[in-house]
């Protein structure tokens, strides 16, 4: 024992090298096999050959995948890549209902950094690898071929919505990260994804090739930063309370008992009847429940029903600003409003930790009908650029949501006027993915992105969101103004 206690380091000193040199052996003896069965695979495939036979055939894959590696001229190696389906050769995504990316489910191999694409040099003599991106060598100085397109232009491996031919062109993209589409590189208030699509549509040849992504002073309308985030539909605040015929026939004598909201903080309360306000009125009296925003309605009928074999009072109410939205109230009922209100929020600011100030600070709530607040940016030619939108129509679960484009806040719609359909609002591809590498300055109300050349970025106006303004030439992108 005593000796086992003095020299036990050294004996596992000893069994670890033991370990060691057997495991060394192992892998030698599996090389030497490996190696042997290579070149006896390679002996055989030879003999086949002179012997006239014919060799397997390649696979449909790798027809598939021939043509565009002959057309284009750069060749391109991946060194590390996505995980890949063992059946269609394809990188692996999981995706929710609606389609949005998950982003635990995307699998790296190899590295915690993705790794840029890389080609090698057409030159023969040179055949140096290096980034996709450069186009001349930086070993022989050789012009390298533009990345061809062909018919793979709309291949899209990581499914962001850029193809893979535009993110190659670009270092701050790559075919094999679905989440650099949800960033913003040039910090203008778009995600790069946003801008690609906006671009591809524009028309224009410039703009299809993804330039707006890296120009700051490039960027889509303003409206795109517009998103629904639900639709309201509130009560009617008009109840019917009874009718005293007053012994006559004749409606236009009738006592019409209506029960009101109080004004103030007591409006709240409201159809409380300890706690409303009781009218008598005439038919075709006109009456507001409250405040101008919730308009004005006529009396328009009145009279008695048979309802459940008793006779039951009611009256028909129609809206001042718009005579097809007409009600029939009973007493005590409650009905809902028909005039539909939409709540906007304008992401003023695309960071997903300043979401919640986001939506407190830069949401409004407009009826169908109503014009929006102004959206105002400074643009290199025109410091006083502004778009101007009027809500058209509206669905009740906000699916859709049309806005038309208008010159002025009482000009005329036509048919020919420029009409959005507004999505709803989705934290999840709402908000940028941070770019880790980019310097960013911080806006000191909170602001977050800002570009270091946009000194004003802006904050919101103290005096906007009801309905909402903001001051233009602020914040990290666009803004509204009254």
């Known amino acids: 024992m005593d000796f086992i206690s003095r020299h036990y380091e050294k004996m596992i000193l000893g069994a670890s090298l033991l370990f060691l040199i057997v495991s060394l052996l192992l892998v030698a003896q599996g ?6 069965q290579l070149d006896a695979d390679v002996r055989k495939s030879q003999r086949s050959v002179d012997q006239g036979e014919l060799v397997a055939s390649l696979t449909p894959e790798v027809f598939a995948k021939a043509p565009g590696t002959i057309r284009d001229a750069r060749r391109f190696f991946s060194f590390i890549g996505s995980a890949k389906d063992p059946k269609t050769g394809r990188p692996v995504y999981k995706r929710s209902e609606d389609g949005v990316i998950d982003d635990k489910a995307v699998r790296q191999q190899g590295s915690l950094v993705i790794p840029g694409d890389y080609i090698s040099c057409v030159e023969d003599k040179c055949r140096a690898i290096i980034l996709i991106t450069e186009n001349k060598c930086p070993f022989c100085g050789t012009e390298q071929p533009p990345i061809s397109i062909g018919d793979g232009e709309e291949e899209d491996e990581d499914g962001d919505g850029i193809p893979d031919f535009i993110e190659r062109k670009y270092r701050f993209l790559n075919p094999k990260n679905p989440l650099d589409a949800r960033q913003d590189f040039d910090n203008d208030g778009f995600l790069n994804v946003e801008e690609y699509k906006y671009g591809r549509l524009s028309g224009e040849e410039e703009l299809k090739t993804g330039k707006m992504m890296e120009d700051p002073a490039l960027w889509p309308e303003l409206v795109g930063l517009l998103r629904v985030v639900n639709v309201i539909q509130n009560d009617l605040k008009i109840q019917l309370r009874s009718i005293d015929q007053n012994g006559s026939d004749d ?59 008793e006779k039951t009072p009611f009256i028909e109410l129609t809206s001042m600003k718009d005579a097809s939205e007409t009600y ?155």
């Open 31 to 36: 090389y030497d096999r490996t190696k042997s």
């Open 251 to 309: 409606p236009a004598n009738w006592d019409i008992g209506i029960r009101l909201p109080k004004q103030g903080p007591e409006a709240r309360f409201f159809p409380d009847p300890k706690r409303s306000m009781n009218r008598n009125v005439k038919l075709n009296a006109v009456v507001r429940p409250g405040t101008a925003a919730e308009g004005a309605y006529r009396v328009t009928k009145a009279g008695f029903e048979n309802k459940d074999g």
């Open 328 to 482: 029939r109230l009973t007493p005590d009922e409650t009905v809902k409003d028909k005039a539909i209100q939409v709540r906007f929020v304008y992401l003023a600011n695309r960071l997903r930790t300043n979401g919640q100030a986001v939506l407190q600070k830069y949401s409004f709530i407009k009826k169908v009908g109503e014009t929006l607040p102004p959206l105002a940016r400074a643009k290199e030619k025109e410091p006083k650029y502004k778009e101007l939108y009027r809500l058209e129509k509206a669905n009740e679960d906000g699916t859709e949501v049309v806005i038309v484009k208008v010159e002025s806040a009482r000009a005329e719609v036509t048919d020919k006027d420029k009409r959005v359909t507004v999505p709803l609002f989705d934290a999840n591809i709402d908000f940028a993915v941070p770019m880790m590498n980019t310097n960013m300055m911080m806006d000191p109300d909170g602001g977050g992105m800002m570009n270091p050349g946009m000194m004003n970025p802006g904050m919101m106006n103290p005096g906007m969101m009801n309905p909402g303004m903001m001051n233009p030439g602020m914040m990290n992108g666009p803004a509204m103004s009254r």
